[in-house]
Structures are given as C-alpha cells and as structure tokens.
C-alpha cells in the first residue's frame, strides 16, 4: 500500500491548516508505517506556479512548509517528504500524459472555472492542465491510494480516466503501466472558524492576525487572542442544541473538543452553564499546551534553511528512485527512443 497526497506552499500556516491537513497526515504516515506501506508527501510548488505569484515568496514558503510539516510530526526518515520541483520526473511524467488526457475532460474541472472566474482566456495554460499534473503526481509512484476531499474526488476520478486509457492504448491488461489509485476518505476534518466571525474560516488572507492562532504564536499571544475572540454574553449551553445560531460559541468549543481528543457534548457537559470567562481561559491554556511543542520544533527549524534542504533533498532522491522506474515504462510504451 502506498500513499501519496501533496499540499500547495502557503506562508503564515494557522490552527486551521494544523487540524484540517496536517494532522491527518501525520496519522497516515503512522498507519503505513505499522501497517509496511509507504507514505510519500510533497510540496507542490510547481502548482504553485499557475498561479501568478512572488518567487522569492514560494520558495520561503516552500521551506517554511516543510519545516511545520515536520514540526506537526511528519517524519522523513518514515514518510517520503519532498518538492515537485526537485524531481523533474513529475513535469515529464504530465507531459507524456498530455496525449492521453481529453480537452472535454478538462473543460469538466470545475477548478478550473472557480480559480480562472470571468476571464478564461487570460488564466494560464498551467492552470488548464494543473489536473493532469496532479495525474502524474500520484501515478508516477504507482500509489495505491490517494486522500481526496470532497473537492478533489473529481481531480481523482481524471487521474484514474487518464491511467486507464493509457493502460489500455499502450500496455496490456496483464502487465498495464500505472495503477489506478483508490481514494482514501479522511476522517472529517475540524472546521476551524475565524477568531472574529464564526462564520467565516480561518485564513492567513484575512487582515486581522487576531483571527487566527499561528503555528508561530507564542503562549502569551494564544492566550491574548483567544480572550479577545469574539463571543456572545450568554453562558454556554448544556447541549449541543444550544449552539445552534451562535456562532463564535460553536466554534470555539469545536476547536476545544478537536484539540483535547473528545466531543461537543462532553465539553459542554463541563462547562454548560458557565461564561466565557471561565471558558477562555480554559481553552488557551490547553492550546498553550498542544501547541507549545510544534510551534518550540516549528520556530527553531524554519530559521535553519541548511536543515530544511537537506530534509527536501534527501526526499527528492527517495522519490526519484521510485519516479525513475515508472517513467522509463511510459516511454516504453508511447515508443520514444532515448539513449
């Protein structure tokens, strides 16, 4: 079993990024490792560039990425961690696959539409063809399983369409050259709210850095900024009911509940009744204390650039030598003669 699941560069990682992504990863990563599969997680900074966007700015979130991925408890000496960038196999590997892939399955990305809004013909060619990179990002291990949120069943299903007609056009049905990866459901990720509007996500765009917990937040700072969130004057409810149009409240005893391992009801079973100035202080300090070690590891390597390459070029050479294999096998099979 092999699993391989990347995530896009993103500078200012928050509470939210650590419970919605990297947390399920880091079990996954424990999961293969007992059960003798192999997790392979990536940086996906050629992605990043259908995108306009700062050179100098993904490269520093390139590594800051790896250092929290690191911090949050991804191992590279148990999982594979590395960037697109470093293994070149990835951008040939989606080349070659631009012959299978349809233009009438790609003008079906939905993605596509969303990133590229109103003004189509001016998105980049990168951006039309980012699904069939994300293709080779995972057929080119030979994964057995991907994790795909909901809004990525359908980049899944392409990798799978593309993998297919190539099996069949080029290869046989004994001895086919990719395998179709099953996706894998994660557990439901936490919904983390913005700190001053419960209906909004949390989000390293918003302007107010009161609105979220930084992976980099001090202890002081985490317990300033969970007094401040925002809140409403009524004491919490005894049930899960009792959240129901309120918000702010929901959220924090949602980040309450995911952070200590338990439920909604059985935080409002210790704290229903009680006001918010019991409660806050009750929560800062328990994310003072999940959060002091990864953000004590995140702050310390983020500064050690040395580290953080040797770590992105140990797991690029990992990742070619499994890269290499499948990508001789394509051109095999598509007749290209190299020496």
């Not at 699993?3 to 200012?12: A, D, E, R, Y």
């Amino acid at each position: 079993m092999r699993i391989v699941s990347g995530i896009q560069p993103t500078g200012n990682l928050h509470l939210g990024n650590y419970l919605g992504a990297i947390r399920n990863w880091v079990k996954m990563q424990d999961d293969m490792a007992a059960q003798g599969g192999q997790s392979l997680y990536f940086l996906a900074d050629l992605h990043a560039i259908s995108m306009p966007h700062d050179p100098a700015e993904l490269a520093a979130n390139t590594r800051e990425m790896v250092a929290a991925l690191v911090a949050c408890g991804i191992d590279p000496d148990r999982s594979i961690l590395f960037n697109q960038a470093q293994v070149p196999q990835h951008a040939e590997l989606q080349w070659l696959l631009n012959g299978t892939a349809r233009m009438g399955w790609l003008n079906r990305m939905t993605q596509f539409k969303d990133k590229s809004g109103k003004n189509r013909e001016g998105a980049s060619v990168a951006l039309f063809t980012y699904p069939v990179l994300q293709a080779a990002d995972v057929l080119l291990y030979q994964a057995t399983h991907v994790p795909v949120g909901e809004d990525q069943k359908q980049h899944l299903e392409l990798a799978r369409d593309i993998a297919q007609k190539f099996n069949n056009d080029f290869a046989t049905e004994e001895n086919p050259v990719f395998t179709l990866p099953d996706p894998i459901i994660p557990p439901e990720a936490a919904r983390i709210m913005s700190l001053r509007n419960g209906t909004a996500k949390m989000s390293k765009s918003d302007p107010s850095d009161m609105s979220r917990i930084n992976l980099t937040d001090d202890a002081d700072t985490i317990m300033q900024k969970i007094k401040k969130a925002k809140t409403d004057p009524e004491p919490l409810p005894s049930e899960k009911a009792g959240l129901e149009g309120r918000a702010e409240a929901a959220n924090l005893v949602g980040i309450y509940a995911v952070m200590a391992g338990t439920t909604v009801e059985a935080v409002l079973s210790e704290f229903g009744g009680e006001g918010f100035g019991k409660f806050k202080p009750a929560l800062g300090e328990l994310l003072v204390s999940k959060l002091a070690p990864i953000n004590h590891r995140f702050v310390e390597l983020r500064q050690d650039r040395p580290a953080l390459d040797a770590i992105l070029k140990k797991g690029a050479e990992k990742a070619r030598a499994l890269a290499v294999p499948t990508l001789d096998r394509t051109y095999d099979a598509l007749g290209l003669v190299r020496g």
